[in-house]
């Protein structure tokens, strides 16, 4: 009897360690914002994005500015604070196509060393109870098609590697520019059923002409897919009511909308900013349950940007560290996430 006692205590002690290890490894934030550990693989219901049981949640977040100019902050200590001190739940993977100023994806750029930091900052959103966008960002390409056949290989390469993740998102083409609908749309047919030939149900964002600012074009000629989103990006200096407007109506007409990208300065990134235009487009997205990513999460020196560009340190920044904007994201995360 003593010696069934004792290996029935080794297995439970065993047992007890291996679920603590196991538990230590990913956090899981009990915070009631919706995270991969509660909602688990998201789907679009009726017009809205949903937990994996079909209620709908909201992911508010950040996106880098790129892989190559923000590989620093790619570190466990900032995920940590992102997710646990600011709250986010969402971190966006920007992975410059072409590039501006600097090379890119396509143009030249390390094709490796970008893709292992796309798994890193996949792993830590993982670990920090996190969803991660990966994002194909064209911008100066313009037309999605130019590199497709990149982009497969691409979305190949990381629907494989991803299927079983229930954090990630796919954006397959940041903004689209000079260049009509119907050609986006007919990148989005090539591409979606390559990731679904591998990733069956995970959500795509799928984006639009004029650098992802006409969805009325899209309501009239949507996707045939199912788990489909449409990115709108904003910058709340430039665009204001007009584009409210807009988004407003095609939310209630059911188109599914994401807004992957926003700013709080002018469209350049750079000033002015304007934070009650800012504070009127948040409570816009919150009344229509529509999920968003401020950028950037930075330290270029731009308006945009949530840190100074003179603050050396890579992690554990205080409210001294951030710029106007940053600051504004604390105060506006904190006032979401507690409602």
Same mark, same amino acid.
């Given at each position: 009897?003593?010696?069934?006692?004792?290996? $029935?205590?080794?297995? %439970?002690?065993?047992?007890?360690?291996?679920?603590?290890?196991?538990?230590?490894?990913?956090?899981?934030?009990?915070?009631?914002?919706?995270?991969?550990?509660?909602?688990?693989?998201?789907?679009? %219901?009726?017009?809205? $994005?949903?937990?994996?049981?079909?209620?709908?949640?909201?992911?508010?977040?950040?996106?880098? !500015?790129? =892989?190559?100019?923000?590989?620093?902050?790619?570190?466990?200590? #900032?995920?940590?604070?992102?997710?646990?001190?600011?709250?986010?739940? &969402?971190?966006?993977?920007?992975?410059?196509?072409?590039?501006?100023?600097?090379?890119?994806?396509?143009?030249?750029?390390?094709?490796?060393?970008?893709?292992?930091?796309?798994?890193?900052?996949?792993? #830590?959103?993982?670990?920090?109870?996190?969803?991660?966008?990966? @994002? *194909?960002?064209? =911008?100066?390409?313009?037309?999605?098609?130019?590199?497709?056949?990149?982009?497969?290989?691409?979305?190949?390469?990381?629907?494989?590697?991803?299927?079983?993740?229930? !954090?990630?998102?796919?954006?397959?083409? !940041?903004?689209?520019?000079? /260049?009509? *609908?119907?050609?986006?749309?007919?990148?989005?047919?090539?591409?979606?059923?390559?990731?679904?030939?591998?990733?069956? @149900?995970?959500?795509?964002?799928?984006?639009?002409?004029?650098?992802?600012?006409?969805?009325?074009?899209?309501?009239?000629?949507? #996707?045939?897919?199912?788990?489909?989103?449409?990115?709108?990006?904003?910058?709340?200096?430039?665009?204001?009511?007009?584009?409210?407007?807009? /988004?407003?109506?095609?939310?209630?007409?059911?188109?599914?909308?994401? /807004?992957?990208?926003?700013?709080?300065?002018?469209?350049?990134?750079?000033?002015?900013?304007? $934070? +009650?235009?800012? @504070?009127? *487009?948040?409570? &816009?997205?919150?009344? +229509?349950?529509?999920?968003?990513?401020?950028?950037?999460?930075?330290?270029?020196?731009?308006?945009?940007?949530?840190?100074?560009?003179? /603050?050396?340190?890579?992690?554990?920044? +205080?409210?001294?560290?951030?710029?106007?904007?940053?600051?504004? =994201? =604390?105060?506006? &995360? +904190?006032?979401?996430?507690? &409602?």
């Amino acid at each position: 009897m003593k010696k069934v006692l004792c290996i $029935l205590l080794c297995a %439970v002690t065993a047992l007890t360690f291996f679920v603590s290890c196991s538990n230590s490894k990913n956090a899981v934030y009990k915070d009631g914002r919706a995270r991969p550990s509660s909602c688990g693989s998201l789907k679009v %219901v009726d017009g809205k $994005l949903c937990s994996q049981k079909g209620e709908p949640v909201m992911l508010r977040g950040v996106s880098i !500015n790129g =892989l190559v100019t923000s590989e620093a902050l790619l570190n466990e200590e #900032l995920f940590k604070e992102l997710s646990k001190d600011v709250g986010a739940n &969402l971190f966006r993977i920007a992975n410059y196509t072409y590039g501006v100023g600097i090379v890119g994806y396509c143009t030249g750029g390390n094709k490796e060393r970008h893709k292992e930091d796309i798994a890193r900052a996949v792993e #830590l959103a993982k670990k920090e109870d996190m969803y991660a966008i990966i @994002d *194909w960002h064209i =911008l100066r390409d313009g037309n999605p098609n130019t590199y497709i056949e990149d982009a497969k290989e691409f979305f190949t390469e990381m629907a494989q590697t991803y299927s079983d993740y229930n !954090n990630v998102l796919y954006e397959i083409c !940041n903004e689209p520019n000079g /260049v009509e *609908w119907e050609e986006v749309k007919s990148y989005a047919e090539e591409i979606i059923p390559i990731i679904r030939r591998y990733d069956s @149900d995970s959500v795509i964002i799928v984006g639009n002409p004029d650098w992802s600012k006409d969805l009325y074009t899209v309501s009239d000629n949507p #996707l045939d897919f199912d788990n489909i989103m449409y990115t709108f990006h904003f910058y709340a200096a430039t665009h204001k009511d007009e584009f409210r407007a807009m /988004v407003k109506t095609v939310s209630h007409y059911g188109l599914p909308v994401f /807004v992957t990208e926003f700013g709080v300065t002018a469209a350049s990134g750079g000033h002015p900013r304007d $934070l +009650e235009s800012a @504070d009127e *487009w948040i409570e &816009l997205l919150e009344e +229509e349950n529509i999920s968003y990513c401020m950028w950037a999460w930075s330290k270029a020196p731009e308006a945009c940007s949530t840190f100074k560009s003179n /603050v050396p340190k890579t992690s554990g920044f +205080e409210k001294e560290d951030y710029t106007e904007s940053g600051i504004w =994201l =604390l105060e506006t &995360l +904190e006032k979401r996430n507690s &409602l």
